[in-house]
């Protein structure tokens, strides 16, 4: 395949790309590469690529349930946990219910350009079905799409008897990455135990760590602060995550000052889900009610990698979601202040690079040699991506157009002139 005058994103020339056996064989100046006759050739007349989009967070066993058995009408975090409880004890769906489910997700996170996706799993469940679910779409989509799997203790880990144990069952089964909740664990001391037994079993599977780490409103929630400790004293520098951190946004800048210089010690990775957790976020304020999304603007300036994500598609938690990251992307710049020229024009990196970083993933970008894996967007700038939102026009994995996208028509049948 060769894709002719392309725009690489935050590249200024066109350049043609020849794609052969799975990589990315050529990158030239535009009009200096010749495609075979056989070869599919795609002019893009200027049309921005850049690597496929990562999404860091998501639940693709909760997908497509909200509403059953109730709604979530608070809209907190505890009423879609007590939600999801319910709707397990009530519905007992199978592997297939829940794959059903889940690949309709997938389908939609293809359609909007995402070749990369860390999935959480709730093994708060006895029987661990959706992780099994889970483990097996995994294998069936890989073709199409990576996928990392988070084992989740979403009731906390020491809120009953066997919760460690189920833990480590997970990672016996196949989960690539540990998970946390340490703020919904009974006590802070429970809270800390969680965080050391996850980098405790990390250490022994050889895993990453991703931790659902101060989602609430309370400034005095501080578990971020002993997840940077242990992740220097186990010398998991880059290997460990924390997920939304809305506490963070009501710490004193004081406090937040001192934390900065441990996190970036630690090289904890984050992720921002802009999204859910303006929705989730300030649900017990009256006003000024808190918006609650993390300090992505602070911690990039200060070289601390963030990444954003959509966290949910219609479950408990948040009843909106059509797996579309640009739309995550438009909402965190509002939210975060980030309007400027300079950030908006540096905003896709908030869903490609920064989140290949946060999941490890290799021989992730577009360079000569790489996997031929990509998409188009249907705008000819990085800035007008971002202000337009862009939509895919083509994703394209292992030199192979696995979606395509027709621009909508719209005729204008009046003139204003």
């Known amino acids: ?23 990315i064989r050529t990158i030239a100046p535009a009009g200096n590469v010749t495609g075979s006759r056989e070869e599919q050739v795609i002019d893009l007349e200027g049309k921005l690529v850049l690597p496929p989009y990562v999404e860091p967070h998501i639940h693709l066993d909760y997908v497509l349930t909200a509403g059953t058995p109730r709604w979530n009408e608070s809209g907190s975090v505890f009423e879609g946990i007590e939600i999801w409880s319910e709707r397990r004890s009530l519905m ?6 829940i794959k059903i489910r889940a690949k309709k997700a997938i389908e939609m996170q293809l359609r909007h350009g995402i070749q990369h996706v860390r999935t959480h799993a709730d093994i708060s469940d006895p029987e661990l079905t959706g992780l099994k679910a889970l483990l097996e779409l995994k294998e069936e989509v890989k073709k199409w799409m990576d996928v990392q799997i988070v084992a989740l203790p979403q009731e906390g880990m020491y809120t009953k ?3 460690e144990d189920l833990l480590r069952k997970a990672l016996d089964m196949g989960a690539d990455v540990v998970g946390g909740i340490p703020h919904y664990e009974l006590t802070r001391e429970d809270g800390i135990r969680s965080l050391e037994t996850s980098m405790a079993l990390a250490k022994e599977y050889g895993k990453l760590v991703d931790i659902h780490c101060d989602e609430i409103d309370d400034e005095q929630a501080r578990y971020l602060e002993t997840l940077a400790a242990l992740t220097i004293r186990n010398d998991m520098q880059g290997k460990v995550t924390a997920s939304h951190t809305a506490a963070m946004a009501s710490y004193n800048d004081a406090y937040t000052y001192k934390l900065f210089q441990t996190l970036k010690k630690a090289d904890v990775q984050f992720i921002a889900l802009p ?17 609650g999304v993390t300090r992505v603007k602070e911690m990039w300036k200060e070289g601390i990698n963030v990444c954003f994500g959509l966290d949910s598609i219609m479950d408990p938690w948040y009843p909106l979601g059509n797996g579309d990251l640009m739309s995550v992307v438009d909402t965190g710049l509002h939210a975060c202040h980030m309007t400027d020229y300079d950030h908006i024009t540096k905003a896709l990196d908030l869903v490609t690079v920064n989140g290949a970083r ?10 000569e040699g790489s996997d031929a894996n990509l998409i188009v967007l249907d705008s000819v700038s990085d800035y007008e991506a971002v202000r337009t939102q862009a939509g895919v026009l083509y994703s394209i994995r292992h030199g192979e157009v696995i979606v395509e996208t027709k621009p909508a028509v719209t005729a204008m049948n009046i003139s204003l002139h």
């Open 275 to 291: 999204k859910a957790n303006l929705h989730l976020q300030g649900r017990f304020d009256s006003h000024p009610v808190r918006r």
């Open 161 to 163: 008897e066997n919760g």
């Open 1 to 23: 395949m060769l894709l002719k005058n392309a725009k690489l994103y935050k590249g200024e020339d066109l350049k043609d790309l020849s794609l052969r056996d799975g990589t």
């Open 358 to 367: 946060t999941l490890s993933l290799s021989d992730y970008g577009l360079r």
């Open 92 to 97: 007992k769906e199978t592997k297939e219910d």
